[in-house]
């Protein structure tokens, strides 16, 4: 029932011709080929008496169809339109302009045996690929364009090897400080010089990130504030481009120490010759290509100086990665399941209520939370020692200690008598005053029970046991000195502590502003006792 109202809905609506068009790569002249490429495709579909709707042209810019997981977008709607049934025939130049992968070309075939769609070339032929002939002319066609990309990479990784042994600028993105032609752009170039210094000064990636974002620390006040170059690198392109639909802009996120890294590893800025060959980096230590970036002169053996002005001299670059290669930087991994922080895996997340872990300066939950941990972890423990010195604590926290000596009294003598009632009902049982039934009955009632006693008792055990700082003369102290996995013990029997959501202070932040640490927005304790903090 299900297919025939498909069909029905797809027989109600109006089926068009459509044209998809698209380059591989934008070197200034991409629309002009995009408009050749449909102007040719109409001129074969009025040759067919074809209208082609302007609203039914699909085109991609600068997008290469060689790797299948490429995005597409004007061809991932194409697919959708011909699924829909609203076009029954695609035009294109060429076929590899459509695809270069046979995964996708089968796509096209079932669409085709489907009765849903047609391919026509704009100088070849309508290429039915429900029928054997035109199937095995595409196969053929399509493997021809698969095996050209492999080369053409080939030969454009031999142009760019070529182009750094001869020094010249490479092409691509822009590092910070170079326009796209090797040009020096001073105030970028300013803020690379200030970098080198403060990390040479023994500022850390972090922080000189922060400073790049705009927040300035002793060892960093001298660096400029610059967007992150994604943002940059948008703005340039939507300038060069004033005829063209504008890129949309990337948030304003601060820099990030990867990218204050990636700017102390580039060869470039000392004015060396860069090539990374494309094994580099590949299935193994990804630091390597940072180490294999200069080129050398194979006649020399000298490294290749680039055709541009160098940013810092060799002996700033060459200390700088001095440092970043002394071993005593790698981070030490912990011994699994041991803390180093107060929070990780113990605080909670207010949406999902699950355990938030530290990742650099922050308590996280992806998606839900994020707070700095210095401050909240602070905070925590204020009111945590608040707590261990009110006057009543024991009262609220720790039963007494012969009223807990009552209380597992009678729940071992429970015990005892659920023991005997099973060993009573094995007696009827073998005397014949019982079913197996009935005696399974008896045993499996009284072992349920046995074990829930258990576990109260083991929990009011634990309870003494597992806070040895409640049986100090004055807790408070005891937790001050004690350490962090004794710390967080105490914090887990008392309560569960929520980090907030960031909302205000990440909108203060995107908007230049600094607002003080608020702990009444970053952290809500649930209490498991009756323990509160004490009144202010």
Known sequence: MGQSNKSKTN?????????????????????????????????????????????????????????????????????????????NRVYVWDLDRLTRQPGQLDQWVKLAKAGLCHVVEAHGMDLDLSKSGGLLIARIRVAVAENESKHKGERQ???????????????????????????????????????????????????IARALSGEKEELTGDIPTLPRPSWTATVEWNERHPDREPHDLPAKQPWCSSAVLKMLRNPRYAGFATYIPTEVGKNGDKSAKWHNRRVRDPKTGEWVRGQWEAI???????????????????????????????????YRCPVCHGRVHRQGRSYTCTGH????????????????????????????????????????????????????????AEKDYVDDLIRADDLKRVRDAAEARIHEIEIEISQIKNTQASSPVFREVSPAEAYRSADLETRRAVIDLLCDVYITKTDRAETARRNGRRIPFDPTEAVRFEWKTAATPPAE
Not at 317 to 333: C, E, S, T
Not at 398 to 407: E, L
């Open 11 to 87: 027989d109600t609506v109006e089926k068009t011709a459509a044209i998809y068009v698209r380059i591989s790569l934008d070197q200034g002249y991409g629309e002009m080929a995009l408009d050749r490429q449909e102007k040719e495709c109409r001129q074969r579909a009025a040759r067919d008496g074809v209208e082609v709707p302007a609203d039914r042209v699909y085109s991609d810019l600068s997008i290469s169809a060689a790797d299948a997981k490429k995005n597409r977008p004007a061809y991932n709607r194409l697919i959708e339109d011909v699924k829909a049934g609203f076009i």
């Open 157 to 207: 990784r031999a142009a760019m090897r070529q182009r750094a042994q001869l020094g010249i600028v490479p092409v691509g993105n822009r590092p910070t400080g170079y326009s796209h032609k090797g040009e020096v752009i001073e105030h970028e170039a300013e803020a690379v010089r200030a970098v080198f210094d403060a990390f040479l000064a023994g500022a850390s990636l972090k922080s």
């Open 312 to 346: 810092v001299d060799d002996e700033t670059w060459d200390r700088a990665q001095h440092i970043l290669d002394d071993p005593a930087r790698k981070i030490k991994v912990a011994d699994p399941g041991v803390r180093i922080s107060l929070g990780s895996g113990l």
């Open 369 to 424: 939370a994020n707070r700095v941990a210095a401050p909240v972890d602070e905070f925590v423990e204020s009111v945590i020692v608040a707590v261990l010195s009110r006057p009543d604590f024991r009262e609220l926290v720790c039963v007494s200690s012969s009223d807990q000596c009552v209380q597992t009294s009678n729940l071992e003598a429970e015990v005892t008598r659920l023991r005997g009632r099973i060993e009573h």
